[in-house]
Structures are given as structure tokens and as C-alpha cells.
């Protein structure tokens, strides 16, 4: 492998918002790495976002992970950052996808670079999500409402591995977690398991909700930029479940923010020392329900009606706060964006495009 500092990069999903948004975060930061992007377009407002990775100078290739041939003919790298999913804890069970296509793209596309890295002896970084974790314990969790957010309720006995500061890495990974979260677990047991069998690292972080200025923005994914552009084009917008009120609440965490930890895992590789495995979030202190987005929204771009809809929404949770102590302790890693930050970067965005929700969705 390459010096930590002249690596060779492949990021799958280049085109997507996360992908694209470390790509634009590595050429701001001056790293001397060599990237290549992987993409198969299909997303709507890829082709958006292949442009300006083409002005950045990438080296992109218009391509399948699925497919082998297009797998071939991808050049050797140093490292594999797997950014490609279909990021929606909906996917293959709302009726709008096949649960076959969620599980070739999120779990046969991770199969087929882990085959690339046990070819080749490249790194793998494998971006799953907080979306592994159980179900039936996070909706069952005894939560009170302040300052118009769910948190758990001070006098609950919570489950092992979930405390005041969130979901640790310890807690319940049992199915039911969605056939998306599914497909992500699984794609982390078999990232770990080829990197014992073929001697090549691995490292696997779960990350929370991730924001930020060009994201596609659906009410299934994306929520932050679809809520603020919503708000900012006066849509229709809508509190599901949980009586209506719009108290659940998500973290999170801008793509940029990875950076810097993937350089220190690059650099570490093979370091048993090191978990394979952790939660990488903004955490307790960027977790914020709907109802305060809400008011965010209405101080920036004026006061608009929420409709209430206490009918339940499928794998819809109260409370999903990400617990990072173990990347703090292990890798000195902070988020250095924060919520006002990344809320004022996509209103910003949304302000400057006001056709990115057709872009996000088109008909």
C-alpha cells in the first residue's frame, strides 16, 4: 500500500451525495490522493453532480458495482471507500422497489469489491448505518417530550447498549432492522470476515443521518435538505406518526467530517489495537426532532403550517441518536460541523436551486 499521504482511492457511489461530498472534502483539503470515482447514474441528479466531480479533475468510470466486467476493468487502488447503497430504510418493502435490486446493490455490489480487494490486496472502508440496529427494543423505548424533542425518559431502565448519549455499537443488532438494514449488516459481517480470511483491513463505520448542501431531499431519505427545501418552496409537509407532533429525532453528520477519520484508518491499516467497527455520528449534540427543525425553518424562511398524521409509518422510530465515544476515544475523532452549520449550508443550497426537489424526485 501507498504512504498514508500519496494514496490511491476508489470511491464507489461518486455521484451520490456522500461519495461526491468526500471527494469535493479531499481536493479542498490538499491530500495528496489519487482518486477515482465509480458511478452508475442512475439516481436522479447524478449526471448534476458528474459534472462538477469532472471540473474537480476526477477520473470517474460510468459504471455497475454489480457488474463484474465493469468491476474488471477498474484500476488498482490502495483503498475501496464503499459509498454505494440505496440509502432508504423503505427500499423493497414500500412497493416502489424490488427487495432482489436493494440486496444486489447494497449487499452483491459490496461482495463483488470485497472479491476486488482479496484480488488485489486493497484497503476496505464499508459505510453502513445506524439503521442495523433493532427495531423492536428502539420503538418499544420509554420516551418525554422537552423543548418539543422525544428523549428517553429520565426514570426508564434502557436496554443494554443504549444510554442518555445515544446507540452504542453494543446494542441489539436483531432482525427485525429492515430489509435495508438488513442488506447493511450484512454487508459488514462479510467485509470482516473477508478481511480475516484474505489479510486485508477493513474498517466499518456506522454512521448516523448525513446532511449537508446538494443532497437529494425525499421524505424517505435525505430528510434535512427535503425538509428545508420544502419549507423554503412553501410544500405540503407532514408529521408521521407518534400523535402527530413531529417530536421524533435524528442526529447528524456532515459527509465532509469523514475525512479525517478515513485518513487515520488508512494510515493505522492493519493495527489490531484498533476496532474494526464503530459508530461515527454528530451525535447527542446534533440531535434534533422535526418540530425543531420546523422552527429552524420557520426563523429563516417565515412561518408555514405543518399537517398532523398520527398514522404509524413502517420501521419509523422515536429516538435514533448514534453514540460515538468509541471513535472519540479510539481515533480522537470529533465531527467538526455542526447542526447550525449544516442547516444553514443546505438552505443556502436550497435558496440558490429552486428546482432541487424536482431534481431529488422528478415525476
Not at 452508475?40 to 458495482?65: K, Q, V
Not at 448519549?165 to 438488513?182: C, D
Not at 434535512?224 to 405540503?236: C, D, E, G, T
Request: aromatic fraction near 8%.
Amino acid at each position: 500500500m501507498g504512504e498514508p499521504e500519496a494514496m490511491k482511492i476508489l470511491i464507489t457511489g461518486a455521484c451520490g451525495f456522500v461519495g461526491g461530498s468526500l471527494i469535493q472534502a479531499v481536493k479542498q483539503a490538499g491530500l495528496d490522493w489519487t482518486l477515482t470515482g465509480l458511478d452508475n447514474l442512475t439516481r436522479p441528479g447524478s449526471e448534476g453532480n458528474r459534472a462538477e466531480l469532472r471540473r474537480l479533475g476526477l477520473r470517474l468510470y460510468h459504471g455497475d458495482l454489480r457488474c463484474q466486467s465493469d468491476v474488471d476493468a477498474l484500476p488498482e487502488v490502495d483503498w475501496i471507500v464503499d459509498c454505494a447503497a440505496n440509502p432508504s430504510v423503505l427500499a423493497g418493502a414500500d412497493g416502489q422497489t424490488s427487495s432482489r435490486q436493494l440486496m444486489e446493490h447494497n449487499l452483491v455490489g459490496t461482495l463483488n469489491m470485497l472479491e476486488r480487494c482479496r484480488h488485489t490486496g486493497a484497503g476496505f472502508v464499508l459505510l453502513s448505518t445506524s439503521r442495523v440496529y433493532a427495531i423492536e427494543p428502539l420503538a418499544a423505548l420509554p420516551v418525554g417530550v422537552r423543548a418539543g424533542a422525544f428523549q428517553p425518559a429520565d426514570t426508564a431502565t434502557l436496554p443494554p447498549g443504549l444510554s442518555a448519549e445515544g446507540i452504542a455499537e453494543s446494542f441489539s443488532t436483531a432482525a427485525p432492522i429492515s430489509l435495508y438494514g438488513a442488506s447493511k449488516l450484512a454487508s459488514e459481517a462479510l467485509a470482516l470476515e473477508y478481511g480475516a480470511t484474505f489479510d486485508f483491513p477493513v474498517w466499518i463505520n456506522r454512521c448516523g443521518v448525513m446532511a449537508g448542501a446538494g443532497q437529494f431531499g425525499r421524505p424517505d431519505q435525505g430528510i434535512f435538505a427535503y425538509w428545508l427545501n420544502s419549507h423554503l418552496r412553501r410544500k405540503p409537509l407532514r408529521y408521521i406518526g407518534f400523535d402527530g407532533l413531529g417530536h421524533q429525532v435524528r442526529d447528524c453528520l456532515h459527509p465532509r467530517d469523514l475525512v479525517p477519520l478515513l485518513k487515520k484508518q488508512f494510515a493505522a491499516a492493519k493495527d489490531p489495537a484498533k476496532p474494526r467497527l464503530v459508530n461515527v455520528a454528530g451525535g447527542l449534540r446534533s440531535a434534533m426532532s422535526l418540530r425543531q427543525l420546523t422552527a429552524w425553518c420557520d426563523d429563516r424562511f417565515g412561518p408555514l403550517a405543518v399537517a398532523s398524521d398520527a398514522r404509524p409509518r413502517r420501521f419509523d422510530l422515536p429516538w435514533v441518536v448514534l453514540d460515538s465515544h468509541r471513535a472519540r476515544e479510539t481515533w480522537d475523532w470529533e465531527p467538526a460541523t455542526t447542526t447550525a452549520g449544516i442547516l444553514d449550508e443546505i438552505a443556502r443550497h436550497a435558496e440558490a436551486h429552486p428546482e432541487w426537489l424536482a431534481v431529488s424526485a422528478p415525476d
